[in-house]
């Protein structure tokens, strides 16, 4: 009975993340299937189905955490003041906008950098030189992978072309 009552409990404070969780699956299907009708790449390229692909895989382990996290009793802290949550979302939105602005003027890496070590700040990171760290290794791994071995073209400035882009 315990244990009925505690599933209950779980699903009702869990209810979003069960719903997002399983938009993600949903979600990784449709790119799944998508992804299939694409063709193949030529020679060692991967060809235009190998990003939605890994996306759909990503998608499909992030769907899985939520719900484990959501059966062993970690949901979100609903506790958060509005106004912490809400200039949280306005940072966010800020951050992506500036994606746009400053990639054409100053390339990948450097731009990249910022909007990583912004998210990492706004997620609560306590420690700024550890957001900084992870920023710009994420940055340098996202920008060898792509320039390198994905061959997709990213803005360069003399920053990227000097660490390999």
Do not use: C
């Amino acid at each position: 009975m315990k244990d009925q009552s505690r599933l209950i409990t779980v699903i009702k404070k869990g209810a979003l993340d069960i719903f997002l969780a399983l938009a993600f699956v949903v979600l990784t299907v449709l790119i799944a299937i998508d992804a299939h009708g694409y063709k193949a790449g030529v020679g060692n390229e991967p060809g235009p189905a190998a990003v939605p692909t890994v996306l759909s895989v990503l998608l499909l382990l992030v769907a899985g955490g939520m719900l484990i996290q959501v059966f062993r009793g970690k949901w979100e802290d609903q506790n958060e003041p509005d106004a912490i949550r809400n200039w949280r979302v306005l940072g966010g939105i800020v951050l992506l906008i500036l994606v746009g602005i400053l990639m054409p003027l100053i390339g990948f890496f450097v731009t990249f950098s910022i909007v990583l070590f912004g998210l990492s700040l706004l997620s609560g990171t306590t420690a700024w030189w550890k957001s900084a760290i992870f920023s710009l290794i994420v940055t340098w791994v996202v920008l060898l992978l792509f320039s390198r071995y994905l061959n997709v073209p990213l803005p360069a400035s003399p920053v990227d072309l000097m660490l390999g882009a």
